[in-house]
Structure formats: C-alpha cells, structure tokens
C-alpha cells in the first residue's frame, strides 16, 4: 500500500463529500497508508469551529482519524507557508512518501519544489487516478469534484477545470 501524507486543505476537499456512496475519504483511506502530521490534526480540529461546509467535511476527517496514523515532526523554519504545508512537507519528506495531498492551488509551484521524491497530488488528480485504476465512475468523480468544488469555490480554478474535463472526457 503506497504511503500517502496529506496535508488539511486535501483532507478537508475529501471530507466534503465523506459519507456518499462512493466516498472519496473512504477511497483514499482504504487504498493508502494515510500520515498525517499532529499540526495537521490540530488544524482540522480548528476547522471544525466553523459552522459550514468545512467544518462538517473536518468533523468527518476526524471521525476516521483511526484510519490514519498521527506523527510529530520537526518543523523547517525557512518554509514559507503555514505550520501544518511545513510539517505535511516535512513528513512526507521524511518518510520518503510515495504521495503528498494537498489543494492549496496558489502554493503549488512551492510545495513540488519543497518535496524531494514525493509525488504532488491534489484532490482532482487523486480522483482521476481513482478513475484510471477502476475503483471510482468518472461519472462518480466528476458529481463528487462538483461537489467540492462548489463548497471550496474552485468554480474559476483553471486546474480544476482542466481535471473536470479530463474526467468529463474519460
């Protein structure tokens, strides 16, 4: 099983739609080793504050925190993001993992060059590749990256646009 770290913001798009049939979370945590760092945990604990979408998408991630495993990692203080990029980056780095899942568009280009054999994936492609292996309908994939993307306001997002079509034409 490829070792998957991922970071809030990927575990939160998962979250949103947790619980459908199919479930993106369930996917993801049945077909990876999933590592999260604690500062990750303590953000999406954070995130359950809030009364919307996010919050609930939060409180389903950490209702399968037995699914995941915790770890505490030294932070890089020259990275330029918040705690919970920096410790997911520096976990994944540190574990040499086979994945990193994270949907902060705007900080892309920073988190790949951060990573040192670790593949970037965002929630768009780790849904194509659900797609690709057999285990999601890229009729499945496409309501459920519709679903996030409304609730995380991707509508304008030329990279989830770009992964809409591709998974409108698969």
């Keep these: 099983m490829a ?5 809030t913001s990927g575990l939160v798009s998962l979250g949103i739609a947790a619980g459908g049939d199919p479930d993106p ?3 993801c945590l049945d077909h990876h080793e999933v590592l999260v760092p604690a500062l990750v945990l303590d953000e999406l604990r954070e995130v359950t504050s809030y009364d919307d979408e996010h ?3 939060a409180t389903a991630v950490l209702d399968r925190q037995d699914r995941f495993r915790i770890h505490s990692v030294s932070l890089d203080a020259q990275f330029p993001l918040d705690d919970g990029e920096n410790a997911a ?3 994944a780095n540190d574990v040499d993992a086979s994945l990193f899942l994270c949907d902060e568009f705007n900080s892309l280009g920073l988190v790949h060059a951060s990573l040192a054999d670790t593949r970037l994936v965002t929630t768009p492609t780790l849904l194509s590749v659900f797609v ?5 309908e890229s009729e499945a994939a496409l309501e459920i990256l519709g679903e996030i993307s409304e609730a995380r306001s ?3 997002n030329s990279y989830v646009e770009r992964a809409l079509s591709l998974l409108d034409q698969a």
């Design 25 to 27: 979370l369930a996917l």
């Design 55 to 57: 919050g609930r998408a």
């Design 89 to 91: 980056v520096s976990l």
């Design 132 to 136: 690709r292996q057999g285990r999601l």
């Design 3 to 7: 070792v998957l770290v991922a970071d």
């Design 154 to 156: 991707w509508k304008a």
